[in-house]
């Protein structure tokens, strides 16, 4: 069965808020079988919201909607719900009463006049309790036509998702014969871009099969690869999965780092844990970029021992010992600094590991010689420098996180034996 979302916000249409709660609500029906066949954004406007979802239900059965359910004068997807059903609105007097308590417990009394619209429901509705916050879901249904409204919060809508909606989709929606799950699994690689990517896999339908597909997911870190598994028994579907995820680990080869949301520097402290080995960072146009990347990793005070930003030229050579010869001769952006830079972190910090990053990441600072993302990237690895250099495209931060990523994935290749 086909389902549509549909996510309300002027906000979101005008690109100043990122919506979430698509991919959230996308990811949960997908769960239990349903296919999401579009998704959309509307503004909050009674006439574009009444019109997004009667058309979406004259396309399918399911349709849920974020957003539009609170207490202002913007907040209209109630009343546009309730006019695409032929409905009334009417107050409910039970959400009056659990409004009230809340704003009781809160020392708000008496609670404020507008809050009271937020009882008002489209005549037949089921009210669906909201524990987070004053504006409850709905769930209205004419014959095979269903539609579910949640609040725009994220997180009372993915608790209303989870503990309320899914369940009800469940039990309610009518089962498809031989219907099945619907499964995802990404693999994660870094140094290798899209096309590369693609070529180096080549036509890859022998491997997956007809029930499998393949997005590819480019980005600054690298590119994702999502396999899917559409309408098949869950334990099938793992199966498929699984099978289908080993070959393509075996065709990445080295690029493979890691699955799902895992972090390419939790990875990178996986192995300094392994080695028992700690590892410091020398940055300058990543301008400290790498140091967060390895902290926001629990546990990462273990093995990262620390870092600094020598940004100008005599930090690299008070600090790290960086040849000011070499400045002079080769400039602060070149292989020699990149490498001076790595090794005097390790040397200063006592550490077995080491990255210095030193780069033009604009928009001004380029040349002929040395165009804006020029970056030389430093790996010290026990007794070993190596250095690597890249112009990478994109804008200023486009560059710095590419540099990040890339002297990660560096440093992990650099250990594993595989660069």
């Not at 669906?128 to 949640?150: E, H």
């Not at 100008?312 to 990149?338: M, R, W």
Request: proline residues 5%.
């Amino acid at each position: 069965m086909n389902a549509e979302i549909l996510t309300i916000g002027t906000e979101i249409v005008l690109g100043f808020i990122v919506d979430t709660n698509g991919p959230e609500i996308a990811r949960a029906l997908a769960g239990i079988g349903l296919r999401v066949a579009r998704t959309g954004s509307v503004p909050d406007d009674h006439d574009a919201i009444r019109s997004a979802i009667g058309a979406a239900l004259d396309r399918v059965s399911v349709v849920v909607c974020s957003g539009g359910l609170g207490p202002t004068g913007d907040d209209v997807t109630r009343a546009a719900a309730a006019e695409v059903f032929g409905r009334r609105l009417v107050r409910d007097e039970k959400i009056v009463e659990a409004l009230r308590a809340r704003f009781a417990e809160r020392g708000i009394n008496p609670m404020p006049a507008s809050n009271l619209v937020q009882a008002d429901v489209p005549e037949g509705a089921e009210v669906i309790p909201n524990p987070l916050g004053t504006a409850p879901g709905l769930w209205l249904q004419d014959g095979g036509k269903i539609l579910v409204l949640m609040p725009g919060v994220p997180k009372e809508l993915r608790r209303i998702l989870v503990e309320e909606a899914v369940p009800r989709l469940m039990s309610r929606v009518p089962a498809r014969p031989h219907a099945g799950a619907i499964k995802s699994r990404t693999l994660r690689t870094a140094g290798i871009g899209e096309s590369a990517l693609h070529d180096k896999l080549g036509d890859l339908k022998p491997l997956l099969g007809e029930r499998i597909t393949l997005a590819w997911l480019p980005s600054v870190a690298g590119t994702d690869l999502r396999l899917t598994v559409w309408d098949v028994a869950e334990p099938d579907a793992d199966a498929m999965l699984a099978r289908a995820a080993e070959a393509l680990r075996q065709k990445l080869g080295p690029r493979f780092y890691g699955e799902d949301d895992e972090d390419l520097a939790a990875v990178v402290l996986k192995q300094l844990a392994a080695e028992r080995a700690k590892i410091s960072v020398a940055e300058s146009c990543t301008g400290g970029l790498l140091a967060q990347r390895l902290t926001a990793i629990p546990g990462c005070s273990s093995w990262f021992f620390g870092g600094v930003v020598a940004y100008d030229n005599e930090l690299k050579l008070d600090f790290l010992g960086v040849s000011a010869e070499t400045i002079s001769q080769q400039g602060a952006v070149s292989e020699a600094v990149a490498r001076q830079m790595a090794e005097g972190a390790a040397r200063v910090m006592r550490t077995e590991a080491a990255i210095g990053v030193t780069g033009i990441a604009g928009p001004d600072g380029g040349t002929p010689a040395k165009p804006v993302g020029t970056v030389w990237i430093g790996i010290r690895w026990r007794d070993t420098t190596r250095a690597f250099h890249h112009v990478f495209p994109g804008d200023r931060e486009d560059v710095r996180g590419r540099a990040a990523q890339w002297s990660l994935d560096y440093l992990r290749r650099v250990i594993a034996g595989t660069v």
